[in-house]
């Protein structure tokens, strides 16, 4: 199974940008694919998880109505569009499979990608 992340980078606050994940290795039309975070110092934190059969979406308060997590079926990616974003968003992203889109554990990880908001 494998979970790789992309679009990552270096952006100025209350600017914009769109993860992906392509998920690999198996069947997912049974989990929730998700993203969560670490910034420096801080433990990791759930962001978003997307059920992947339904659609159903569930957020940390922190980031709702600026993240939204959408899904491809077809091309088995997941994706994080994240708008007005804030230095305070600044981590390591990580792409996350689990029974469950709450996502009180997690079956498989992404290694990460880095984002880094400007003030």
């Known amino acids: 199974v494998e979970l790789v992340e992309s679009g990552g980078g270096l952006v100025q606050a209350g600017g914009s940008l769109r993860l992906s994940c392509a998920a690999s290795g198996r069947t997912f039309s049974s989990y929730a694919m998700g993203w969560f975070r670490q910034a420096p110092g801080k433990e990791r934190e759930f962001v978003a998880a997307?059920?992947?059969?339904?659609?159903?979406?569930y957020y940390a308060d922190s980031v709702k109505g600026r993240f939204t997590i959408s899904r491809d079926n077809a091309k088995n990616t997941v994706y994080l569009q994240m708008n007005s974003l804030k230095p305070e968003d600044t981590a390591v992203y990580y792409c996350?499979?689990?029974?469950?889109?709450?996502?009180?554990?997690?079956?498989?990880w992404g290694k990460g990608t880095l984002v880094t908001v400007s003030s």
């Open positions: 997307i059920n992947w059969r339904f659609g159903s979406t």
């Open positions: 996350a499979a689990g029974k469950s889109v709450t996502m009180p554990r997690v079956d498989y």
